[in-house]
Structure formats: structure tokens, C-alpha cells
């Protein structure tokens, strides 16, 4: 079964800690991607990676980190730097090659910080 | 400059057809993509047109696109409960890589009986 897998599902930390967020995709697309959605907003891209060992600041990237050293995994370090970081984290990833570029999401990790 | 309007919310009755409308700014956007979004869920690819089609049909789903208005709009054909979700419209401006693409905020679809 191929698809992008995130976890966990729901994560809890107090404020200062840094947390990972993982993202694993058995899809074997080249690019990846990580999105930050507050409720009743769209997708805010974070960073993004479109080969191994190179990735991308996307738009809000300050108090973020990643880093790509497989071409399946692209996990997301939230520091406690990143002034708001409770959200909904949503990975994806997409196939290089096509022309449509469309991306595939994961079902998304709902990040709590108190 | 980058930017992707969406209406936030629409009510239908099951069995009706939906129209969502998606507006975009950059003439020149390559690909535009609809998503779904249930709650708590990622997002899925319903569907995504080339700049340079004006529709697209699969199954229930009619993509139109009106390049000179810079308008997107996905038709939901024969309503049903489970169509009840976020949609997302998204726009790719860069043509030859993975790049990011533009995403509005979403219209929620509601469905009543």
C-alpha cells in the first residue's frame, strides 16, 4: 500500500520543548513538503525539499527546521523559537517529472503546546 | 503578486449539483488543483487542470477554467452527504519543478436534506 505516513496522530508538549514531527512516503516521489493549517485558514508552507539532502524556507519558516537525509523521510522540528506552534502539520510529497507536480497528503499530525 | 480567493462557505440540498468558485491572480499559473478535506484528515487530490484546457470532466467532478477572468470552478454533480467537506483550490506557478504551490483558504461545503 503505498501512501505518507505522519505520526503521531495528535502530539502534546509544554512550551520550550522542541518536538519532531515525522513524515514517511513509500511513493517514491522526489519532492516533499511541509504545511502548517490554523483552523478556518488554507496551507502555509513551512519548508520544502525536492531532492535529497537539499530543501527550501518556504513562508514561514522561522522556528522551523528539517532535514532530509532518505528520500522517504522529511521530518519537521518545531523549536521553541516558533512563537505560536499549535496547528495542524500536514506532510506531502509529490512525483518529479510529471509536469503536474500535484501533491499527495498525509493525514496530518494536530500539534498542542501548553 | 501570489494570491487565491475562495467564497468560505456553501449550503446545497443532497441531490442538487454544487458550484465552488475559486479566483486567482497570476496569469501565470500552469496547473490549478482542487482538494477535499474532511475533518481531521489531510487533504486529498480530487482533480487538477492545465492552463491551457478549459475543462475537465471525472465522474460526478467538471473542472471549468476561464483563463481571461482568471476563474476556477469545481461542479459537484448529484450532492451527496459524504461531498460534505473543505475544498481548497491551489494554484502552481512555476512549470518545471516541484516547487510550492498557492493554496485560498477553502469553501466549506455544508449538505441539507
Known amino acids: 500500500d503505498g501512501g505518507i505516513t505522519q505520526s503521531p496522530k495528535y502530539l502534546f508538549r509544554k512550551e520550550g520543548q522542541n518536538v519532531t514531527l515525522s513524515c514517511e512516503q513509500n511513493?517514491?516521489?522526489?519532492?516533499m513538503y511541509w504545511y502548517r493549517q490554523d483552523p478556518g485558514q488554507g496551507l502555509r508552507l513551512i519548508y520544502y525539499?525536492?531532492?535529497?539532502?537539499?530543501?527550501q524556507k518556504g513562508d514561514i519558516a522561522e522556528g522551523y527546521s528539517v532535514s532530509r537525509e532518505k528520500k522517504e523521510s522529511f521530518p519537521l522540528t518545531v523549536t521553541s523559537a516558533q512563537k505560536n506552534p499549535t496547528a495542524f502539520y500536514l506532510c506531502?510529497?509529490?512525483?518529479?517529472?510529471?509536469?503536474?507536480?500535484?501533491?499527495?497528503f498525509g493525514p496530518g499530525t494536530r500539534l498542542t503546546v501548553t | 503578486g501570489e494570491d487565491v480567493e475562495q467564497s468560505l462557505f456553501l449550503s446545497v440540498r443532497e441531490g442538487d449539483s454544487s458550484v465552488i468558485n475559486c479566483t486567482y491572480t497570476?496569469?501565470?499559473?500552469?496547473?490549478l488543483y482542487w482538494y477535499k478535506q474532511e475533518p481531521g484528515a489531510g487533504l486529498q487530490l480530487l482533480t487538477y487542470?492545465?492552463?491551457?484546457?478549459d475543462m475537465k470532466q471525472d465522474q460526478r467532478l467538471t473542472v471549468l477554467l476561464n483563463k481571461k477572468d482568471k476563474h476556477l470552478s469545481l461542479r459537484i454533480a448529484d450532492t451527496q452527504t459524504g461531498d460534505s467537506a473543505i475544498y481548497f483550490c491551489?494554484?502552481?506557478?512555476?512549470?518545471?519543478?516541484?516547487?510550492?504551490?498557492?493554496f485560498g483558504s477553502g469553501t466549506r461545503l455544508s449538505i441539507r436534506p
Open positions: 506531502a510529497s509529490s512525483p518529479s517529472g510529471t509536469g503536474s507536480y500535484e501533491q499527495y
Open positions: 511513493l517514491n516521489h522526489d519532492a
Open positions: 525539499s525536492q531532492i535529497v539532502n537539499d530543501f
Open positions: 497570476d496569469s501565470s499559473s500552469t496547473y
Open positions: 487542470i492545465f492552463s491551457n484546457m
Open positions: 491551489a494554484e502552481r506557478l512555476d512549470p518545471s519543478s516541484a516547487s510550492k504551490i498557492i
